[in-house]
Structure formats: structure tokens, C-alpha cells
């Protein structure tokens, strides 16, 4: 691990201004995926601004049909929030899933979202119920959000504040997680409402993304068996040690269906 100064930001001013100053600073949330990161000198900042424990950051509301989730809340809160638990039972399930114990008990909501690792549960939901992404800048919904690989909107200088969960429908979501660390192999997050049905998967490919023609099909007829003839596209896939690209269709289409049978009982 290179060296770097340690910079415990009390305040989001201080840790804009921190980071402002400091073109290769890094921000620190639960440090899950940056602590490795550094270890393995894939990283060197010159400055590391914790931002876990800036009270502004934190937190779960339930107001106007909108589930507001502060970007440093943990894996953990989520899991355990009976307002999530409520407003979308699909969200604290998804968080409940997230990695093991000591993952969820440091890992946080906008570490998550801001990495955006291609098996990262927390973007699937993001882009299947179009949250909105609130930075100490503007407003970004998913749609706009996810770029690919590790890739989002983000300016090297912003900082996620919350996440802004549309309450509205039914929503599910299943996973079939790596056995070593519980990451989706493949994961479908599915959410139905009277505007249409939109389906994400996560895990199956180089980022997250939106599974159309499920969708079309969920359109017509909301029900895990009129996804039978459907074959997810396999070319642009992941392929590794742990399953080729049609191993992964496969299985995110296997996802799919479950979730679609968990959310409308059929
Ligand atoms: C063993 C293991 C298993 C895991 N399994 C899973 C799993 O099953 N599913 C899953 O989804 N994830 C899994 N994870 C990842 C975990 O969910 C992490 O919590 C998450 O990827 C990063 O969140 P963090 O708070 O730890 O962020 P950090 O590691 O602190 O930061 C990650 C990146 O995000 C940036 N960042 C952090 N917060 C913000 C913010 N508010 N605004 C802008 N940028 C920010 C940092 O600068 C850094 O670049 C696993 C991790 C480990 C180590």
C-alpha cells in the first residue's frame, strides 16, 4: 500500500473542499472495495477523505411516495429498516444478499452505486425502479447513471448524498450469488407498475443493464412463463472460470423467472 494522508471529513463542505484541493484524493465510505483496491496498488491516492461518519450522509425516510436513503447508510441498515422492509420489501431482501455479515456491516449504498461493479446487486435495483442519484451537485436518475464497467456520470469531484427509491408497484429480486463471495453470478431485479414492467440484470455482463424484450413480454402478460421462449442475447456476456456466456444468459433468464413468480405469485 502506497502512503497517503488520512482525512476524517466532518462535514460534506469539508469533504468537497477536501476534495476539490486534492485532484488525486479518494473518498472512503465502508472501504470494502477501495481498502482492497489499495492493498493491491491498483489505486494511489494521495489523500483519503472518510466520509462514513458525516451525519448528513446517513439515514432512511419515507415521505411524499419517495424512500430517501442516505449514501453512507450501510448494507446492514438497509437489511434491517422495517420503513424499507415496507415501502419496498425488494430493497431490503436485495441488501440482505449483499456479500456476508462483516460486507454488510461496513459496506454502504453509495460506495456501492458510485463503483458500480458489474455484479454489484444495489445497481440492478437502481436501474429497474429508476431511482434518482442526489450528489452534492445535481440529480441523476439511473437511466443516465450507469456507464459500464466501473463507469458512472460521476465527476471525479462529486459525492453521492442519497438515493431517492420510487415507492410505487411490486418489485423482486433474485440472484444466484458466487459461492466465494456472494456477488451475482447473475441477478434480475424486476419492478411492475402501472406504467410497464422494467427489467435489470446484473452479474451476466460488462455492467448493468435493462433485458427489453423481458420486459415486452412481462408487458403483455405478467406471468414467469411468458418468458419461456425468450433467449437473453449471449455475445456480449461474461465469460470466466466460473461460466461462459451462455451459461450466464441462461442463468439470468433463470433469475428473471423467479423473480417474476416471487412478485406476481404465478
Ligand atoms: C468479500 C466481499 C464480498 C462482497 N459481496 C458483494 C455482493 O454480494 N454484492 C454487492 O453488491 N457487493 C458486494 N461487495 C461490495 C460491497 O457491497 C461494498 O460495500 C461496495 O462495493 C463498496 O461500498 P463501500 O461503502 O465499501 O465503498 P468504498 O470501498 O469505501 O468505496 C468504493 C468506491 O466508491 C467511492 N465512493 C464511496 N462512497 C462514495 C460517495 N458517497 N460518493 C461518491 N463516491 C463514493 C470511493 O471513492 C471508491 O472509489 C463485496 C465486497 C467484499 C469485500
Same mark, same amino acid.
Given at each position: 500500500?502506497?502512503?497517503f ?17 486534492h485532484?488525486e484524493? #479518494?473518498?472512503?465510505? $465502508?472501504?470494502?472495495?477501495?481498502? +482492497? ?8 491516492p494521495t489523500h483519503?477523505?472518510?466520509?462514513? $461518519? ?8 419515507? #415521505?411524499? $411516495? ?18 424499507? #422492509? ?7 431482501? *436485495? ?22 461493479? +458489474? ?50 408497484? =411490486? ?18 431485479? /424486476? ?7 422494467? /427489467? ?7 455492467? /448493468? ?10 408487458? =403483455?402478460?405478467?406471468?414467469? =412463463? ?5 433467449? *437473453? ?23 428473471? #423467472? ?9
Amino acid at each position: 500500500m502506497h502512503a497517503f494522508s488520512y482525512v476524517k471529513a466532518r462535514t460534506l463542505k469539508e469533504a468537497t473542499d477536501t476534495l476539490l484541493a486534492h485532484s488525486e484524493a #479518494k473518498l472512503l465510505a $465502508g472501504g470494502m472495495t477501495l481498502i +482492497p483496491t489499495l492493498k493491491a496498488r491498483l489505486a494511489q491516492p494521495t489523500h483519503l477523505i472518510d466520509i462514513g $461518519g458525516i451525519e448528513a450522509l446517513k439515514g432512511i425516510s419515507l #415521505k411524499a $411516495g419517495q424512500l430517501t436513503i442516505g449514501a453512507a447508510t450501510r448494507h446492514v441498515e438497509v437489511a434491517n429498516s422495517p420503513v424499507v #422492509k415496507r415501502a419496498i420489501p425488494a430493497l431490503a431482501y *436485495l441488501a440482505s444478499q449483499i456479500g456476508d455479515p462483516q460486507v454488510r456491516n461496513r459496506g454502504t449504498m453509495g460506495g456501492s452505486l458510485a463503483n458500480n461493479d +458489474p455484479a454489484a446487486d444495489y445497481p440492478s435495483a437502481a436501474l429497474s425502479l429508476n431511482a434518482t442519484i442526489v450528489t452534492n451537485r445535481r440529480e441523476i436518475v439511473a437511466d443516465d447513471f450507469f456507464q459500464g464497467l466501473f463507469t458512472t456520470a460521476l465527476d471525479s469531484d462529486e459525492i453521492i448524498t442519497a438515493v431517492r427509491w420510487p415507492v410505487v408497484g =411490486k418489485s423482486a429480486y433474485e440472484k444466484f450469488p458466487h459461492p466465494a463471495s456472494g456477488y451475482a453470478m447473475a441477478g434480475a431485479f /424486476v419492478a411492475h407498475n402501472t406504467k410497464g414492467t422494467r /427489467v435489470a440484470i446484473t452479474g451476466a455482463g460488462p455492467g /448493468v443493464f435493462r433485458w427489453m424484450e423481458a420486459e415486452q413480454a412481462l408487458g =403483455k402478460k405478467m406471468n414467469a =412463463k411468458a418468458l419461456e421462449a425468450l433467449q *437473453l442475447e449471449a455475445a456480449d456476456l461474461n465469460e470466466d472460470m466460473h461460466g461462459t456466456k451462455e451459461y450466464r444468459a441462461n442463468l439470468a433468464k433463470v433469475m428473471t #423467472k423467479r423473480a417474476v413468480a416471487k412478485l406476481s405469485g404465478k
